[in-house]
């Protein structure tokens, strides 16, 4: 670590996977002080929510076992940055000062107010509380009662895989392809599994309402089910926009391509709320890692009166799970685009375990050692933060 004598306050708004991995690694000098300002205690691993939701794994973590020493966590949440005052102001009504941010806010899943009946009855997977919500829904009904996933993406995938591993009659309702970011032979995998596993896939069903026990598609076509789930969508938190900060059509932060705000160069954005030059990176817990790491690096580089490096990043692919004994590897160039080349069944399964556990494994290593992230060997590190959904 580096020894200096002038101390530097900085705030990351947001503890998941970006924003726990940069708190950590902003340590490698000794004159920052880092606050995180997280609205949960536990850090969650959100890309095992599928599982929290099928009862087989509880995804929330102690803090005390990511966090270096001496990050401050407040639990709270930032209700807005004021650029003048260098202040985020949070929600108890507290204020923290800062001379950097990290706004690592994340994303959220969007049940659209536009279909009618899907806020009501509709239930989400895409953070922890929807998902303890939908998970004891879950146990109270019969082991036979139909569900409805709505989303053909990786994390509807996911969710009905799960469910229909425990053999409960699941319908996958797409909206249009099947696990469109996979190629041919990703879609094809996906498929054959769901198929044999006995989960009915709809790829040009679009829900039009959601009742209390069907889902109404555009066609007319009513189907029957117990419990719908819905995993279409994205949203980010607007505390960006609520800050005066300039943000992109979904709300994300518009930074430089060295994830600093375009509007206040003491803000640098990581994880799915960046959207640098506007041209925003998949929104995944690969990306947030990598992110996070970059973030991370921009502060201390300005600190250090240098030029933060411009944002690299080096996908390796997709690792879909499908229940706990089965998965679709895909991979794919650099820039993520999907190739050809698929790897499906246990061994797929063995690394989506392995990455899931690498994505938490990476935030411990910068607890103990900040700065042991080394980006150059981009495969080996990209996989270290886990290329899941």
């Not at 040009?204 to 598609?217: N, P």
């Not at 060997?377 to 886990?386: H, I, K, T």
């Given at each position: 670590?580096?020894?200096h004598?002038?101390l530097?306050?900085?705030?990351?708004?947001?503890?998941?996977?970006?924003?726990?991995?940069?708190?950590?690694?902003?340590?490698?000098?000794?004159?920052?002080?880092?606050?995180?300002?997280?609205?949960r205690?536990k850090?969650?691993?959100?890309?095992?929510?599928?599982?929290?939701?099928?009862?087989?794994?509880d995804?929330?973590?102690?803090?005390?076992?990511?966090?270096?020493?001496?990050?401050?966590?407040?639990?709270?949440?930032?209700?807005?940055?004021?650029?003048?005052?260098?202040?985020?102001?949070?929600?108890?009504g507290?204020?923290l000062?800062?001379?950097?941010?990290?706004?690592?806010?994340?994303?959220?899943?969007?049940?659209?107010?536009?279909?009618?009946?899907a806020?009501?009855?509709?239930?989400?997977?895409?953070?922890?509380?929807?998902?303890?919500?939908?998970?004891?829904?879950?146990?109270?009904?019969?082991?036979?009662?139909?569900?409805?996933?709505?989303?053909?993406?990786?994390?509807?995938?996911?969710?009905?895989?799960?469910l229909a591993?425990?053999?409960?009659?699941?319908?996958?309702?797409?909206?249009?392809?099947?696990?469109?970011?996979?190629?041919?032979?990703?879609?094809?995998?996906?498929?054959?599994?769901?198929?044999?596993?006995?989960?009915?896939?709809?790829e040009?069903?679009?829900?039009?309402?959601?009742?209390?026990?069907?889902?109404?598609?555009t066609?007319?076509?009513?189907?029957?089910?117990?419990?719908?789930?819905?995993?279409?969508?994205?949203?980010?938190?607007g505390?960006a926009?609520?800050?005066?900060l300039?943000?992109d059509?979904?709300?994300?932060?518009?930074?430089?391509?060295?994830?600093v705000?375009?509007?206040?160069?003491r803000?640098?954005?990581?994880?799915?709320?960046?959207?640098?030059?506007?041209?925003?990176?998949?929104?995944?817990?690969?990306?947030?890692?990598?992110?996070?790491?970059q973030?991370?690096?921009?502060?201390?580089?300005?600190?250090?009166?240098?030029?933060?490096?411009?944002?690299?990043m080096?996908?390796?692919?997709?690792?879909?799970?499908?229940?706990?004994?089965?998965?679709?590897?895909?991979?794919?160039?650099?820039?993520?685009?999907?190739?050809?080349?698929?790897?499906?069944?246990?061994?797929?399964?063995?690394?989506?375990?392995?990455?899931?556990?690498?994505?938490?494994?990476g935030?411990?290593?910068?607890?103990?050692?900040?700065?042991?992230?080394?980006?150059k060997?981009?495969?080996?590190?990209?996989?270290?933060?886990?290329?899941?959904?």
């Open positions: 670590m580096v020894e004598s002038t530097h306050k900085v705030v990351v708004i947001g503890g998941g996977y970006a924003g726990t991995l940069a708190a950590n690694r902003l340590r490698m000098r000794t004159d920052v002080r880092v606050t995180l300002v997280n609205s205690p850090f969650v691993e959100r890309i095992r929510l599928h599982q929290f939701v099928a009862g087989n794994y995804a929330a973590v102690d803090y005390g076992t990511l966090l270096g020493d001496d990050v401050q966590l407040v639990v709270d949440n930032a209700t807005r940055i004021d650029t003048a005052s260098r202040t985020v102001e949070l929600a108890s507290r204020t000062d800062y001379d950097y941010v990290i706004y690592a806010v994340g994303s959220t899943g969007a049940v659209p107010a536009s279909v009618p009946g806020v009501d009855f509709a239930y989400s997977v895409a953070e922890f509380e929807f998902a303890e919500r939908l998970r004891a829904r879950l146990a109270e009904l019969p082991a036979d009662a139909a569900v409805t996933v709505v989303g053909g993406g990786l994390t509807g995938i996911e969710t009905a895989a799960e591993e425990q053999g409960r009659a699941v319908t996958l309702v797409c909206g249009g392809t099947l696990a469109p970011a996979l190629s041919a032979a990703g879609r094809r995998s996906v498929a054959t599994w769901l198929s044999e596993h006995g989960v009915t896939v709809l040009a069903g679009v829900v039009a309402e959601v009742r209390r026990d069907a889902v109404v598609l066609d007319g076509s009513v189907r029957q089910g117990a419990l719908t789930i819905w995993t279409a969508g994205f949203g980010v938190p505390l926009a609520a800050s005066g300039r943000v059509a979904l709300g994300r932060l518009l930074t430089d391509e060295a994830l705000s375009v509007d206040d160069d803000i640098v954005a990581a994880g799915d709320a960046a959207s640098p030059s506007g041209r925003p990176l998949r929104m995944s817990c690969q990306a947030a890692g990598w992110l996070g790491v973030a991370a690096d921009a502060v201390l580089s300005r600190i250090a009166g240098t030029t933060p490096a411009v944002v690299k080096v996908f390796n692919g997709s690792c879909i799970s499908l229940g706990r004994h089965a998965g679709t590897m895909q991979y794919s160039d650099q820039d993520d685009t999907p190739l050809d080349s698929v790897l499906d069944g246990p061994k797929a399964a063995e690394i989506k375990e392995e990455l899931c556990r690498r994505a938490v494994m935030i411990t290593m910068e607890a103990r050692n900040p700065g042991v992230i080394v980006l060997n981009a495969g080996q590190e990209a996989a270290g933060m886990a290329a899941a959904s």
